[in-house]
């Protein structure tokens, strides 16, 4: 497994987990957060993709926290509100190190081309749990299951850019009691 990621990127990215679209996601979520971001991962697919996708968003969510070092001078709190065609997503977190997940995100089908939607909620876990920040993702409406899953990924990315970006004004770590 190699994940590396850049937060002040120019949404590079390579990404290769043999799920393609798991690919697709991650590649939004890189291109909407301005993220560099390089994934390859090898697992057990001939099982099912349940292990690949969590040792993904494991990797993703340590390399995500690796890159906030103490969290000084970021935002810390975002959120986004992205539509999809007739898919409306919505995400908002806070980078402030207590690990935290709400996800509703409702899937008419099991499957998105090779990826087990089961899996989505599952992966947005993982990396907040990893990742140390508290994420509530919604799916608000849609009929298209590729739509509400892109929106959700384009979501995240946007509301991580904000969150991540570096506040001029703050020099400290933005909490009232001085750490996170």
Avoid: N, W
Wanted: charged share 25%.
């Amino acid at each position: 497994m190699e994940v590396v990621l850049s937060l002040d990127g120019k949404s590079e990215y390579e990404i290769e987990t043999g799920i393609p679209f798991f690919d697709h996601m991650l590649s939004h979520l890189a291109l909407h957060g301005l993220f560099d971001l390089t994934v390859r991962a090898q697992g057990d697919l001939e099982v099912d993709e349940h292990h690949t996708v969590e040792d993904v968003a494991i990797c993703l969510g340590k390399a995500l926290d690796e890159a906030l070092g103490e969290r000084e001078g970021i935002v810390r709190v975002a959120h986004s509100c992205v539509p999809m065609d007739e898919a409306l997503a919505f995400v908002a977190l806070d980078l402030g190190g207590r690990a935290y997940a709400v996800v509703e995100a409702d899937f008419a089908t099991p499957r998105i081309g090779s990826l087990a939607t089961s899996l989505i909620p599952h992966f947005l876990e993982t990396l907040a749990y990893h990742a140390r920040m508290s994420l509530h993702a919604r799916v608000v409406y849609g009929r298209d299951d590729h739509h509400k899953a892109e929106a959700l990924f384009k979501a995240l990315g946007r509301a991580l850019d904000a969150a991540t970006s570096i506040e001029p004004r703050r020099t400290d770590v933005p909490s009232t009691k001085g750490i996170l």
